[in-house]
């Protein structure tokens, strides 16, 4: 069945019209922190259970691929370390785990299919350490018009030997939530 050539062109004319209305809107949706945890150091003088500010000059984080996750190796998991050294203002600020930050990301996996261990103070001495056994992430792509972006439902970070931690922003709105850690 042939169609006349008025038709193929109305075609033609709606097809870039709309094509033309989401290519002209500009998605600003700001996903590389979704996944992000913050953590920060109690460095307050007045808090009883405080880290010394001179421990968190160097933060040392370890990543392992957690067993059940491990489907390409045979053996161990592969172990990454960074070392993250921080001077004079720097640290009072947050450190950031993400899934290419500090650790480079590998294919696919996010930073809740790892368990971590951070190191506070020199390498052959630590003063002190925090496991984070897992993290949890549920998300979920929402759309507006023409723009789609990831938005997380639930942000839970399991530190071994305390309740779960909900780093979740209230909001809704992906905004940083941060993981206070006391000795």
């Known amino acids: ?28 949706c700001q996903d ?9 150091f109690n460095l307050s003088p007045t808090a009883p259970n405080r880290l010394d500010s001179a421990a968190v000059d160097t933060v040392f984080f370890v990543r392992q691929l957690l067993p059940y996750r491990d489907t390409v190796t045979t053996g161990r998991p592969a172990i990454d370390t960074v070392q993250i050294l921080r001077a004079g203002r720097e640290r009072g600020n947050s450190v950031v785990l993400n899934n290419a930050q500090p650790f480079g990301q590998r294919g696919t996996r996010k ?20 496991v984070v056994d897992s993290i949890q992430l549920r998300d979920e792509i929402r759309s507006d018009g023409c723009c789609s972006c990831n938005t997380n439902l639930k942000k839970l970070v399991f ?25």
């Not at 050539?5 to 075609?11: A, C, E, I, K």
């Not at 590389?32 to 920060?40: E, G, Q, R």
């Not at 530190?159 to 000795?183: F, H, M, S």
């Open 1 to 28: 069945m042939l169609r006349k050539p008025l038709t193929w062109l109305l075609l033609f004319v709606v097809s870039t019209v709309m094509a033309a209305c989401c290519g002209s809107v500009a998605c600003d």
């Open 32 to 40: 590389s922190l979704d996944d992000a945890v913050f953590f920060d």
């Open 111 to 130: 930073l809740d299919q790892y368990s971590y261990k951070i190191y506070l103070g020199k390498r052959r001495a630590p003063i002190t350490s925090f």
């Open 159 to 183: 530190l071994r030997g305390r309740a779960p931690i909900d780093a979740t922003d209230p909001a809704g709105q992906d905004k940083p939530v941060p993981v206070t850690l006391n000795p």
